[in-house]
């Protein structure tokens, strides 16, 4: 049968294998050789190489113009086809006699060359555009929007390669020489293989040259503003708040390149650094950064290799693979010496770094059952990844992984270095970041102006993934909503509408108030793959599975969903959701909006949850609860996500999106489905209420809510009904609510006060050691008056957040306790404690310890304590108010007739200020305890103490451990006075 004949016969078999997996590389691949070998003039390749078209309708043109070529030709297609395909897919195929696909004349111009030699210089340039386009661009060759052009995100590193080299063609033959003369220079540099003792480390070298030059093509930008080429990552990186606990419990402030360093390591023996935080925080775009940095040297300078891991493509990994298939085939396979380098890495591993990011996202939890240690031995990839992690395989590789709060349980604990915690921004980071997103200082003006006058809005800013939708919204948001989105909900039907609006024919892209409806189609096609792909812990997807879904191209230009940028060799392309929190609210528009759902969907989905999280909800509380708790750590993954999709769910179903839901859903459905969600809330909250032991005779009774209680209490938030709230909380009868380290921000806080403020009876509220701030402190104002006790250690609350919770505080009849140990308090909030102190009566109890109170700050409180006859505890632990502010406090405070307990622990106080203490001592009927301890006092002051003690009989310790005295003076000055401790 002739070639002509074969392509005729075999068509519909020739579409299927050039298109087959949605991939466009293998057509490109036998284009290339096609253009090297003349079969096609550029002009063919014009017009059958139309990437708006789609790749069958390419694929036909490329058959037709070749079939009408002649059967010379269509033997060399046949050929470059034969040559391309992987085996499996040429089953059954005939590709005709055999024929080598090869060019002509050696040709005489450079643009011609690079038709040629097209099919090597992909392979070349694939891990080397950098390069070439630098050399390109100081040519003045290319300029940036040329390169900008060329290395789009969307595009694979061979495809990038194509268009660079089209792009040279079009700009002429000083371009092209330029190229050739780069690809010439590059080749003389590299090391002479003949030479034995040059040899291992010049293979090393050329593989990190490679490596270096992908990991930065694939960090270069971010992927929420992929293929729109507008930012960099230089352009909008803006540094959050990381911290680490020190083996003390102290909280450092790290910086990026503090997070692989040795600041606040816990275990020095582990190589795995965690940083975790919640979903949008920001962890892959840390990574990212790190990864960059990096590939351009500019940090982690000592580490070699870099092999960056998505654990969300892992999944997708289903070969049992060696260490070394997983580094080369998943990261960056080495030209050349596979062998040499696979073995420096096993010689050197403190060279190496490795990176997994969304542990969470791994479809296995973390289990330390099978060991494995040989880097040559295939194994399942869980296994592969759990050994490296802990150590097992490739001791001393440093590892950084990243992961939600949630999926990290103790067993993994175990193996960490470090565990680095990533908040968010700052106030100040989200300006910053503001500032970078809109060039044009007014309207990030505007943008800021507007964030401050909706303070709820800018509570969610503090997690990046809502910052950036409510910057990139800014217009719907200046633009005066119906809604003024309060609920992250709000927020993320403000993204559906902007895109949608991005995309919309009428003028000026307006949208109809039936927007929804409109899209209905393409909402609920995205909101199948979403959900289902949760349930499976699956985030990347085929073509095939896009189109099983119904997506078409035009529904994925809409932008939700975004190519994957991979490092690892198959060019097929792969999609996902622009982010994990858009594929939940997908996945929740679906539940709400899918007329065909089972009558039971939104009830599943809250109790599915619910099921798991008995068993989860011990393993986040890691610091507060008995460790010895047998946890259950497979099947995780989908949990935090199957929340937030709950929560998406709560709020859509919120009367607030009523007009909006009307034409798409029935209101009956719609009835029918609100009802669910609120018993479902209302029994989780019963089971958390039924949880409360009863209260040990004498104590208070206490609920220590588990982080399944906060996330319930976002979700009735979302609903944005009061009755709701009330409803619930009237059924909660606790005197303390306990919520420490349970990952507490500004957005947790809105969530609390809108729903504790229906309390019952007052409860002491403790938050320590959360991340509320400032702005969370001010989003608590609206349940302080439910509050007679509010706890707030270690929270990074500043003047200005006190200020505003005082003000408010001061009109709170049962507010009586407040307790601020290490926030950064200093001076300027001393007047408005003094404030308080004055104006409430009642008030009871003082904590400010380890905070930056100076003598100056010490006065002003005296001025408010002068006034005020019920204050009982006084603590300023750890501050420097000196001999000066002692003197001030002690007079201020020798009239009361409440003080029981104060500290001046560490503060800078000498003998001046004990016989300041001293007078207040003498006159004092109430105080029972002072504390002294870590200050300068010296005998003298010690002495004037004892002489005051001497008419005093209330008191019944003073602690003086740690001033200036010998050991003998404080023996002999403690037989004086025995309630003196030293
Ligand atoms: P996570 O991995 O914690 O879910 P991501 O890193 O994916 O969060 O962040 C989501 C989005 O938020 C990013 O795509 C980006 O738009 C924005 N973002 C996150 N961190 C930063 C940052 N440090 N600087 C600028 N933008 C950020």
Known sequence: MTAHQLILKQRAELLAVLCGGGSAEPLDCVLDLLLACEVLVWEDYLSIRVVEKPLLSNVRQLLDVVYDKGEDACSLLLAAMNQVLPEEQKAGLCFGKECAVLGKNRPDTATLTLLADRPVLVRKLRDNIDGALNALLTTGCFT??????????????????????????????????????????????????????????????????????????????????????????????????????????????????????????????????????????????????LHLLWAREALLTNTFLLFPFSCRKLNSEHRELSLKELLFLHCCWPDRGQDEVFQFILDHPNLALFTFDGLDEFKQGFTDEERHCCPTKQVPIPILLFNLLQGTLMKGVMKVATSRPQAVGSSLKHYLRKEVLLKGFSPGGIDCYVKKHHSDPAMARRVIESLQANTVLLSLCHIPVFCWIVTKCHQELLGGQDVIPQTITDVYLLVLQHFFQRKSPQPQGVLGKAWLEEHLDTVLKLGQLALEGLEASCYVFSGYELQRNGLTEQDVSLGFLIYCNDLSVTDCKRYEFLHITLQCFFAALYVVLNRNSDRSAVSRLFQAQYRQLSGLSQRCLGHCIDSSVEEVESHVTETPNLQITAQFVSGLLSQRHHNLLLECCPIAVRERKVKQVVKSLSKGMQRHFKSIPRPVEGEKKSMHAMPSFVWLIKCIYEMQDNSIARDTMAKLDVEHLKLTYCNIGPVECTALAYVLKYLRNPVGLQLDNNSVGDVGAEQLLPCLHICHSLYLRNNNISDEGIRKLLENGMKCESFQKIALFNNNLTDACTQHFALLLKSKQNFLSLRLGNNNITSQGAEQLAEGLSYNQSLQFLGLWGNKIGDRGAEALAAALKNSTTLIWLSLVDNGVGSAGACALAKLISQSKTLEQLWLNKNCISREGVECLIEALKINSSVKEVWLRGNNLSPEEEEELSKQESRLTF
Do not use: W
């Open 144 to 289: 940036i929007k040329d390169c900008d052009a060329v290395q789009l995100p969307v595009y694979t590193p061979s495809q990038q390669v194509r268009r660079l080299l089209d792009q040279v063609r079009f700009k002429g033959e000083t371009a092209a020489k330029t190229l050739l003369q780069y690809l010439e220079q590059t080749e003389t540099t590299r090391p002479n293989p003949e030479d034995k003792e040059n040899h291992l480390s010049a293979n090393c070298l050329l593989y990190q040259k490679k490596l270096r030059s992908s990991v930065a093509a694939q960090s270069h930008s971010l992927s929420t503003y992929g293929g729109t080429g507008r930012f960099s990552l230089d352009d909008i990186y803006t540094d959050g708040l990381l911290e680490v606990m020190d083996g003390s419990g102290e909280t450092l402030t790290l910086g990026l390149e503090d997070v692989v360093g040795p600041l606040g390591t816990l275990n020095e023996d582990a190589d795995t650094v965690l940083v975790s935080g919640e979903a949008g925080s920001g962890k892959s775009t840390l990574l990212q950064r």
